[in-house]
């Protein structure tokens, strides 16, 4: 038990647990880390389905990759990996495709046994429609890199649904790249490692806060501490910013996704992990089916059943979890607003994907907590500053 601790860590996901176990292992401080939730992990927690023996990420499917050599060091301190490689397919109008779009999709699709040059140039022809740099929408812009056809069938319906709003209507930003490969490649990830923590998200993250330095208090919302510990003790923050401020500037505004989970009475529903549903008419975005994302495991889930989860995706209300960041360009504003709040706070860090409304994978979630811990934290403790 950490009973005065030398810093203070709001937020039990990965970058708040890389920030205590460096202070914990690397300078010997009694960390303290607190998380209103009722368990650690932040996003990228999962727990065994007891009914099936299936692990279920709780917030959405979790896929490790990183070309992070410093990264994969570190997080190999903590947990295997499974030779687990990501692909991810997509039904349109009945048939199933492989995604991302491939030669093999485009082949497919046309009903064509096109060679990457010839395939090369029907999209150049096809995208030839609208130039890019002309491109008002979101719609335009696609047609612009990859033309009508296929941005019909596979980015027209799942982005009006990801979005609630017609690409018409979406700011041509949001999308700056479309790659196709004019390959039969079909790796979701082209990272140099990838796999998934063989025995789960929960035993990686709980073996970091395993340290006599580091005490976890869950269902602890920082905002009850606030009086004890500001000004006091350094805290890093990776709480929303803008609940820090107490939305002073306005709140930033997010996309959340629902995701309805259920038990199925088959073994296998889909064949794979992920497949998306790019019909505009199909409500769900995407079925998960997690006992794919492990079949070393195939002996201890239940035979005959499965967990699958539709999602669906929506603009956050203000209870929501938020998971993507919009960023409007009101957004952009508040949070310059917000940044230079920051600044000015005394002994408050703010990092991770709330901290800094910045949409993080995992592996740059601990890549920049390892920066702020080089660059800020290690400098701090060692000139003995309180
Ligand atoms: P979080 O994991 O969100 O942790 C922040 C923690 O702070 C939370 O536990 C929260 O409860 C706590 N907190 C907030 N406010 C307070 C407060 N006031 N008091 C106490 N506690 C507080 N990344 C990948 O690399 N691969 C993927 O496949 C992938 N899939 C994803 C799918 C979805 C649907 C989403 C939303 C994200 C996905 N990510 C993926 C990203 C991954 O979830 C993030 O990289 C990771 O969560 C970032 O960690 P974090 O510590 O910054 O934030």
Redesign the pocket.
Known sequence: MVSAPDLLV????????TIAERCATELGLQVLV????SH??????SEVDEQTGVEV?K???????TSNERVWEYVNRFTGFTDYRHRVFGKYQGQIYSLPMNLGLINQFFGKAHTPAQARELIAEQSAEIATEDAANLEEKAVSLIGRPLYEAFIKGYTAKQWQTDPTELSPDIITRLPVRYTYENGWFSDTHEGLPVDGYTAWLTKMADHPGIEVRLE????DLREDYLGSVPIVY???VD??FDHSEGRLSWRT?DLEQSVEDVDDFQGTGVVNYNDQEVPWTRIIEFKHFHPERVRTHLPGKTVIVH?YSRFAEADD?P??PINTAEDRAKLLRYREKAQAEPMVLF?????TYQ???????IGS?LSMFDNRIRPHFAEGAP
Do not use: C, K, Q, S
């Open positions: 709001v937020g039990a996901g990965f970058f708040g647990l607190v998380d209103r939730r650690i992990g932040g996003n990228a927690y990420h917030y959405g499917a979790h896929l490790f990759h602890t919302d920082f905002r990776t709480g929303p609940e820090y996704v999602e979890e998971y993507y990092g991770g994907r709330l901290g949409y993080l994978d995992m592996h740059m979630a907590a």
